[in-house]
Protein backbone atom coordinates (compact mmCIF):
# COMPACT_ATOMS: atom_id res chain seq x y z
CA UNK A 1 0.00 0.00 0.00
CA UNK A 2 1.08 3.54 -1.18
CA UNK A 3 0.33 6.29 1.60
CA UNK A 4 1.30 9.54 0.52
CA UNK A 5 2.65 11.63 3.23
CA UNK A 6 1.83 12.82 6.05
CA UNK A 7 0.75 9.25 7.08
CA UNK A 8 -1.52 10.36 9.57
CA UNK A 9 -2.59 14.16 10.92
CA UNK A 10 -3.53 13.02 14.42
CA UNK A 11 -1.64 10.55 17.24
CA UNK A 12 -4.94 8.39 17.21
CA UNK A 13 -5.03 8.36 13.85
CA UNK A 14 -1.70 6.76 13.94
CA UNK A 15 -2.71 4.14 16.28
CA UNK A 16 -5.35 3.13 14.59
CA UNK A 17 -2.99 2.54 11.69
CA UNK A 18 -0.14 0.74 14.03
CA UNK A 19 -3.10 -1.30 14.87
CA UNK A 20 -4.11 -2.59 11.61
CA UNK A 21 -0.26 -3.24 10.45
CA UNK A 22 0.00 -5.43 12.71
CA UNK A 23 -2.14 -8.10 11.17
CA UNK A 24 -2.13 -6.55 7.76
CA UNK A 25 -0.44 -8.45 5.36
CA UNK A 26 1.71 -6.51 2.31
CA UNK A 27 3.66 -3.40 2.10
CA UNK A 28 3.97 0.03 3.27
CA UNK A 29 5.22 3.01 2.00
CA UNK A 30 5.32 6.26 2.46
CA UNK A 31 6.27 8.88 0.18
CA UNK A 32 9.31 10.18 1.92
CA UNK A 33 11.02 10.25 -1.07
CA UNK A 34 14.13 12.78 -0.65
CA UNK A 35 16.15 9.91 0.99
CA UNK A 36 16.22 8.33 -2.23
CA UNK A 37 17.51 11.21 -4.27
CA UNK A 38 20.65 10.58 -6.16
CA UNK A 39 22.77 12.99 -3.86
CA UNK A 40 21.41 11.72 -0.89
CA UNK A 41 22.57 8.26 -1.57
CA UNK A 42 25.83 9.51 -2.85
CA UNK A 43 26.22 11.70 0.58
CA UNK A 44 25.56 8.56 2.79
CA UNK A 45 28.21 6.37 0.77
CA UNK A 46 30.66 9.25 1.66
CA UNK A 47 29.69 9.61 5.48
CA UNK A 48 30.11 5.74 5.74
CA UNK A 49 33.36 6.61 5.59
CA UNK A 50 33.64 9.25 7.70
CA UNK A 51 33.34 8.77 11.59
CA UNK A 52 31.82 10.89 14.40
CA UNK A 53 28.98 12.49 15.09
CA UNK A 54 27.02 14.71 12.22
CA UNK A 55 25.86 18.38 11.90
CA UNK A 56 23.03 18.72 9.64
CA UNK A 57 21.45 21.97 8.44
CA UNK A 58 18.14 21.65 6.38
CA UNK A 59 17.25 24.73 4.82
CA UNK A 60 13.83 25.38 2.90
CA UNK A 61 12.75 28.18 1.34
CA UNK A 62 9.25 27.00 1.45
CA UNK A 63 6.50 28.83 -0.80
CA UNK A 64 4.17 31.60 1.15
CA UNK A 65 0.75 30.06 0.99
CA UNK A 66 -2.20 31.73 -0.43
CA UNK A 67 -5.14 32.33 2.47
CA UNK A 68 -7.43 29.12 2.50
CA UNK A 69 -4.61 26.61 0.73
CA UNK A 70 -5.33 23.35 1.53
CA UNK A 71 -1.76 22.32 3.23
CA UNK A 72 -2.23 25.65 5.79
CA UNK A 73 -5.94 23.32 7.03
CA UNK A 74 -4.62 21.35 10.07
CA UNK A 75 -7.91 19.08 9.23
CA UNK A 76 -6.63 18.86 5.69
CA UNK A 77 -3.13 19.58 4.85
CA UNK A 78 -1.75 19.29 8.95
CA UNK A 79 -0.08 22.61 8.15
CA UNK A 80 3.17 22.96 6.84
CA UNK A 81 5.10 21.82 9.94
CA UNK A 82 3.47 18.67 9.62
CA UNK A 83 2.36 18.13 5.43
CA UNK A 84 6.10 19.14 4.67
CA UNK A 85 7.95 18.84 7.69
CA UNK A 86 7.89 15.79 7.57
CA UNK A 87 10.04 15.13 4.59
CA UNK A 88 12.98 16.29 6.38
CA UNK A 89 12.28 14.82 9.75
CA UNK A 90 12.45 11.85 7.44
CA UNK A 91 15.73 13.08 5.73
CA UNK A 92 17.31 14.54 8.78
CA UNK A 93 17.34 10.61 10.01
CA UNK A 94 18.47 9.13 7.17
CA UNK A 95 21.67 11.31 7.21
CA UNK A 96 22.39 11.04 10.64
CA UNK A 97 21.78 6.52 10.82
CA UNK A 98 18.80 6.78 13.39
CA UNK A 99 15.67 8.66 15.29
CA UNK A 100 16.16 11.01 17.53
CA UNK A 101 16.18 11.14 20.93
CA UNK A 102 15.37 14.50 21.76
CA UNK A 103 13.19 16.84 19.74
CA UNK A 104 11.83 20.70 19.76
CA UNK A 105 10.10 22.95 17.25
CA UNK A 106 9.67 26.78 17.59
CA UNK A 107 6.59 27.54 15.04
CA UNK A 108 5.93 30.18 12.86
CA UNK A 109 3.54 31.24 9.97
CA UNK A 110 3.89 29.12 7.12
CA UNK A 111 6.73 26.62 8.98
CA UNK A 112 8.96 26.88 11.83
CA UNK A 113 12.64 25.59 12.98
CA UNK A 114 12.93 22.06 14.14
CA UNK A 115 16.00 21.09 16.11
CA UNK A 116 16.63 17.30 16.46
CA UNK A 117 19.67 15.31 18.91
CA UNK A 118 21.05 11.94 17.87
CA UNK A 119 21.98 9.19 21.06
CA UNK A 120 25.81 9.42 18.73
CA UNK A 121 26.17 12.97 19.62
CA UNK A 122 24.89 14.27 15.84
CA UNK A 123 21.97 17.01 15.41
CA UNK A 124 20.27 18.24 12.73
CA UNK A 125 18.30 21.72 12.58
CA UNK A 126 15.76 21.80 10.44
CA UNK A 127 14.66 25.92 8.70
CA UNK A 128 11.29 25.40 7.09
CA UNK A 129 10.21 29.33 6.64
CA UNK A 130 8.41 31.18 3.86
CA UNK A 131 9.62 34.49 2.97
CA UNK A 132 12.11 34.03 0.83
CA UNK A 133 13.21 35.77 -2.46
CA UNK A 134 11.66 33.68 -5.61
CA UNK A 135 15.50 33.34 -6.82
CA UNK A 136 16.05 31.51 -3.94
CA UNK A 137 16.66 27.73 -4.26
CA UNK A 138 14.08 25.66 -2.43
CA UNK A 139 16.19 23.23 -0.93
CA UNK A 140 20.07 23.37 0.88
CA UNK A 141 21.14 20.39 2.88
CA UNK A 142 24.61 20.64 4.86
CA UNK A 143 26.23 17.87 6.62
CA UNK A 144 29.63 18.79 8.46
CA UNK A 145 31.59 15.66 10.04
CA UNK A 146 35.09 15.16 10.90
CA UNK A 147 36.82 18.38 9.37
CA UNK A 148 34.63 17.64 6.13
CA UNK A 149 31.93 19.14 4.67
CA UNK A 150 29.08 17.99 2.23
CA UNK A 151 26.31 20.60 0.50
CA UNK A 152 23.19 18.88 -1.28
CA UNK A 153 22.31 22.05 -3.57
CA UNK A 154 18.13 22.18 -4.20
CA UNK A 155 19.16 18.34 -5.38
CA UNK A 156 20.91 18.89 -8.13
CA UNK A 157 24.57 19.21 -7.29
CA UNK A 158 26.46 17.94 -4.21
CA UNK A 159 29.22 19.16 -3.42
CA UNK A 160 31.94 17.53 -1.15
CA UNK A 161 34.99 18.91 0.69
CA UNK A 162 37.37 17.40 2.64
CA UNK A 163 36.71 13.70 1.29
CA UNK A 164 39.70 12.13 -0.33
CA UNK A 165 38.93 11.21 -4.04
CA UNK A 166 35.66 12.91 -3.94
CA UNK A 167 34.71 15.48 -6.50
CA UNK A 168 31.69 17.80 -7.07
CA UNK A 169 28.84 16.03 -8.67
CA UNK A 170 26.83 17.60 -11.04
CA UNK A 171 23.32 15.76 -12.18
CA UNK A 172 22.76 16.97 -15.47
CA UNK A 173 19.26 17.05 -15.94
CA UNK A 174 16.13 19.79 -16.13
CA UNK A 175 14.95 19.50 -12.68
CA UNK A 176 16.13 18.54 -9.44
CA UNK A 177 16.00 14.36 -8.73
CA UNK A 178 14.08 14.58 -5.60
CA UNK A 179 14.25 10.55 -5.20
CA UNK A 180 10.42 9.93 -6.83
CA UNK A 181 11.33 7.46 -9.32
CA UNK A 182 13.97 5.81 -7.36
CA UNK A 183 11.01 5.22 -4.13
CA UNK A 184 8.29 4.09 -6.37
CA UNK A 185 10.95 1.95 -8.03
CA UNK A 186 11.91 0.52 -4.53
CA UNK A 187 8.12 -0.01 -3.84
CA UNK A 188 7.53 -2.10 -6.89
CA UNK A 189 10.20 -4.25 -6.33
CA UNK A 190 9.45 -4.74 -2.53
CA UNK A 191 5.61 -5.91 -3.66
CA UNK A 192 7.07 -8.08 -6.61
CA UNK A 193 9.58 -10.43 -5.29
CA UNK A 194 8.21 -9.98 -0.98
CA UNK A 195 11.64 -8.10 -0.36
CA UNK A 196 12.30 -5.34 2.26
CA UNK A 197 10.20 -2.68 1.63
CA UNK A 198 11.70 0.72 1.22
CA UNK A 199 11.57 2.22 4.53
CA UNK A 200 10.94 -0.19 7.35
CA UNK A 201 7.67 0.03 9.22
CA UNK A 202 9.06 1.43 12.18
CA UNK A 203 10.64 4.07 10.98
CA UNK A 204 7.97 5.15 9.22
CA UNK A 205 6.02 4.71 12.36
CA UNK A 206 8.39 6.84 14.07
CA UNK A 207 8.78 9.37 11.69
CA UNK A 208 5.38 9.80 11.37
CA UNK A 209 4.23 10.24 15.48
CA UNK A 210 7.36 13.00 15.92
CA UNK A 211 6.54 15.16 12.74
CA UNK A 212 2.58 14.75 14.41
CA UNK A 213 3.73 16.18 18.16
CA UNK A 214 6.51 18.78 16.17
CA UNK A 215 4.13 19.76 13.28
CA UNK A 216 0.61 20.06 15.86
CA UNK A 217 1.52 21.57 18.93
CA UNK A 218 5.24 22.13 18.82
CA UNK A 219 6.82 21.81 22.24
CA UNK A 220 9.90 19.07 23.55
CA UNK A 221 10.26 15.85 23.62
CA UNK A 222 13.06 13.41 24.82
Known amino acids: MWVEK ?3 LTLPEL ?3 EAALATAPGVLAVGFNRRFAPD ?10 TPGPRAITILVAAPTLPA ?3 LADPAIGGGALLGEG ?6 ACALACGMPTAAHVAHARDGGAISLGFADGSTAAIHYFAGSHRATPKERIEIAVGGRTLVIENFRRLVARGFPGA ?3 WWPRGKPDKGHAALARAFITSCRDG ?3 PIARAELLEVSRLAVRLGARGGASG
Open 86 to 91: CHFIDL
Open 167 to 169: RTA
Open 6 to 8: PLA
Open 15 to 17: DNI
Open 195 to 197: SAP
Open 40 to 49: TLAAQALLSR
Open 68 to 70: GHW
